[in-house]
Antibody
Framework: QVQLTEWGAGLLKPSETLSLTCSVSGGSLAGYYWSWIRQSPGKGLEWIGEINHRESGTFNPSLKGRLGMSVDMPKNQFSLILNSVTAADTAVYFC???????????????WGQGILVTVSS | EIVMTQSPATLSGSPGERATLSCRASQNIDHKLAWYRHKPGQAPSLLIFGASTRATSVSDRITGTGSGTEFMLTINSLQSEDGAVFYCQQYKDWPRTFGQGTKIEIK
């Protein structure tokens, strides 16, 4: 069973760069799409983007221009970069993926526990 | 982008009652809809994909129906564990989009 664990800096100042990594255990990065999803305080879920092991991905247009994703195959992890953060980027960030044997591409049945990132001066 | 609209925003029910949640897509998404249950401090949990297929280990009290633009999630015989926020999500197109959620409160 795939397990995901997010890690990274939890407190940023406005204009700084958010950098999060998701470590994958119980499975390989190859053959899957790996997503980032966030939940701002008191709000719903927002899909940020996804990437595969070839670093081909799709990003949410609302964040495009500030957003980057990468994969590290030897370390079995993938990362999220969000530039020029503001208070509006304060959220719990989740990494997620799907079980290719049972679940269609686009749904997410494996999630990390989430990491709170706060942007405050 | 495809806008997902859920109703009601909050639903209150007693144990044993049935809850019906609605999700509407702003354009046709065929059956490419998932439902999640999200409890505070936890990761969301996939309940339904393909509009009506239960994910692994999901109780048969939970049923998804619909296609096109109108979808429903029905939870029979509410239990205390059903207290959570439920989200629908379309995966017909990018960006993937979620509804704003329906909160179920157990009386």
């Amino acid at each position: 069973q795939v397990q995901l664990t997010e890690w990274g800096a939890g407190l940023l100042k406005p204009s700084e760069t958010l950098s999060l990594t998701c470590s994958v255990s119980g499975g390989s990065l190859a053959g899957y799409y790996w997503s980032w999803i966030r939940q701002s305080p008191g709000k719903g879920l927002e899909w940020i983007g996804e990437i595969n092991h070839r670093e081909s991905g799709t990003f949410n247009p609302s964040l495009k221009g500030r957003l980057g994703m990468s994969v590290d195959m030897p370390k079995n992890q993938f990362s999220l970069i969000l530039n020029s953060v503001t208070a509006a980027d304060t959220a719990v960030y989740f990494c997620a993926t799907f079980d290719v044997a049972h679940t269609p591409y686009g749904a997410h049945d494996y999630w990390g526990q989430g990491i709170l990132v706060t942007v405050s001066s | 982008e495809i806008v997902m609209t859920q109703s009601p925003a909050t639903l209150s029910g007693s144990p044993g009652e049935r809850a019906t949640l609605s999700c509407r897509a702003s354009q046709n998404i065929d059956h490419k809809l998932a439902w999640y249950r999200h409890k505070p401090g936890q990761a969301p949990s996939l309940l339904i994909f393909g509009a009506s297929t239960r994910a692994t280990s999901v109780s048969d009290r939970i049923t998804g129906t619909g296609s096109g633009t109108e979808f429903m999630l029905t939870i029979n015989s509410l239990q205390s564990e059903d207290g959570a926020v439920f989200y629908c999500q379309q995966y017909k197109d990018w960006p993937r989009t979620f509804g704003q959620g329906t909160k179920i409160e157990i009386k």
